[in-house]
């Protein structure tokens, strides 16, 4: 793109010659070409030049001259700022000019080796702003990613530097000082995100430092502002995601920081209202996604538990706004696994079982509005239900059982409709494997079919072995008569059941593991 940008460019700035004039030119460029002209025109130096190793000494050379005359103004005029306004602007200009320098990243060693990081770093506690946000902005360039893997050897030397000089710490430190009701500070804000992001993203184990830099803290108090919805708390949202995502240091963090009292708050707010636009619906989406990473630690879960967060999910369920998909998920980590004993009881206590059963009766029809695949919800749904098979005990299993033969048993016909329904979904796959031959690890096989249907035909003949083990024996003979009606048998079940039983993943400890295995072969055998 750079390059046919500069040739356009270099064509543009050319005496017009007899056979075409410029204004050809310009006719023949659509309007999108001629943006992305003059934006790389604008950053392209005079003439065109080319920025070689002598061009990056003078523009350095130059800024750190005005630099350092705009520091001894200042120290010398501490109390006039008109003796020491010229030297600002100057700097200013000279901070715009090198956004010239991103288009050249292989050059970025040389620029580490002339200490450029140290003076521009210096820079975000300069006490006028508008040279802080110019320096944020030049360095948001710089580390803009796809730049960054035009030269790999330039990205490792200014990334190396970068966070050996702290950046993270120091642009928090900084974010602090921002007043976001100014234009040009809030793009400032804007701006830093997108560096720790861009960082992140090259060097993922720079998410380890958000807690100790303080950037997890400025993250959560940004969410609990009263602001209006922008985009600003769109990114944090999206970042406050990232960190998350495969990091339990920061999700321990966060709960220490009682950020899941923070983001329960903050979804509140879309128990009774839809969000307004695609940007906030990404929002609620991104707080809904950190929950759920969240609650992959066991201390989370007793926080979301007295926080009351089994109470709002329910509500966003039996409210029907768009925020139902995201409590769905919610609930099904909070109540998987071991360590989703309290929360499944709990969820039975408050009456739960009124709200998932219909969702589990009839998936909802998919709207206008961005909602889960039919498949997903009904993986969430049939997951819920069988973590409280698993976890409940006592009279709350009681009522959980029991809801099975009410109405003439109609739930164990929609659980013997979703068999077939998934059995199929999987017996397909396994065909087109078959046919499609290849030499596949045995565990990526395994994977693809869980994806493919398996996965929630476990759950749903889980469920299946549980209640028939569990409740009166008219649920098994219902199950027994919907499958001779379709010539099937109970032995595809127990097949289904003898290979989840094998294949029980990492959740819980290995006691807790061999336990399930144990009492799954036992059901299949009663079974």
């Not at 024996?473 to 109970?490: D, F, P």
Request: proline share 3%; aromatic share 4%.
């Amino acid at each position: 793109m750079r390059k046919i940008a500069r040739a356009k460019a270099n064509q543009m700035a050319r005496p017009p010659s007899p056979s075409a004039s410029v204004q050809t030119v310009l006719d023949q460029i659509s309007e999108e070409e001629r943006q992305e002209i003059l934006k790389f025109v604008e950053t392209e130096q005079a003439e065109g030049e080319v920025l070689d190793e002598a061009g990056i000494k003078r523009i350095i050379l130059n800024f750190e001259k005005r630099s350092l005359k705009n520091r001894e103004m200042r120290i010398k005029f501490p109390d006039s700022p008109d003796k020491f306004m010229e030297s600002e602007v100057e700097l200013h200009e000279v901070l715009q000019e090198m956004r010239v320098l991103s288009t050249a990243p292989d050059h970025y060693p040389l620029l580490v080796k002339l200490r450029i990081i140290p003076s521009l770093l210096e820079l975000l506690s300069h006490d006028n702003t508008d040279i802080t946000v110019a320096a944020i902005e030049l360095l948001q360039e710089l580390t803009d990613v796809d730049i960054l893997n035009e030269s790999e050897e330039g990205a490792e030397a200014l990334i190396d530097s970068l966070l050996e000089q702290q950046i993270i710490a120091l642009l928090v430190q900084n974010l602090d000082r921002l007043d976001e009701t100014v234009k040009e500070e809030s793009d400032g804000v804007h701006n830093t995100l997108s560096i720790i992001e861009n960082l992140t993203e090259l060097r993922p184990e720079v998410c380890n430092e958000a807690p100790k830099q303080g950037l997890l803290q400025w993250l959560l108090r940004r969410l609990k502002m009263k602001t209006p919805f922008d985009s600003n708390k769109l990114y944090a949202t999206e970042l406050l995601s990232i960190l998350l995502q495969d990091n339990n240091g920061n999700r321990i963090a966060l709960g220490e920081l009682e950020g899941i009292d923070t983001l329960l708050q903050q979804l509140a707010f879309y128990k009774r209202h839809d969000p307004a636009t695609a940007e906030e619906h990404e929002l609620m989406e991104n707080l809904f996604n950190s929950l759920c990473s969240a609650l992959m630690v066991l201390q989370n879960r007793d926080r979301f538990l007295r926080g009351e967060g089994l109470q709002l999910m329910n509500l966003m369920l039996r409210e029907k706004k768009t925020s139902r998909n995201g409590s769905l998920k919610v609930l099904d980590y909070a109540m998987s696994g071991p360590h989703g004993k309290d929360n499944c009881n709990k969820f039975v206590d408050i009456l739960g079982l009124r709200t998932i059963f219909p969702l589990f009766m009839k998936t909802p029809k998919k709207n206008r509005r961005k909602v889960f695949s039919t498949e997903e919800h009904e993986e969430h749904v049939t997951s819920i239900i069988a973590s409280m098979l698993r976890n409940c005990r006592g009279s709350q299993r009681q009522r959980l059982v029991s809801k099975f033969t009410e109405n003439d048993h109609e739930k164990v016909d929609r659980l013997m409709e979703l068999h077939f329904k998934y059995l199929e979904k999987v017996e397909t796959l396994d065909t087109a494997l078959d046919e499609s031959g290849g030499n596949v690890e045995e565990d990526a096989l395994y994977l693809k079919r869980l994806e493919g249907g398996l996965f929630t035909l476990q759950l749903v003949d889980y469920i299946i072995v549980e209640v028939c083990a569990a409740g009166p024996a008219s649920i098994k003979q219902r199950v027994t008569q919907i499958l001779n009606l379709r010539g099937a048998s109970l032995k595809t079940i127990r097949h289904v059941m003898r290979e989840y039983a094998g294949n029980l993943g990492d959740e819980g400890d290995q006691e807790w593991r061999d336990n399930e295995q144990q009492h799954i072969l036992h059901l299949v055998d009663k079974f």
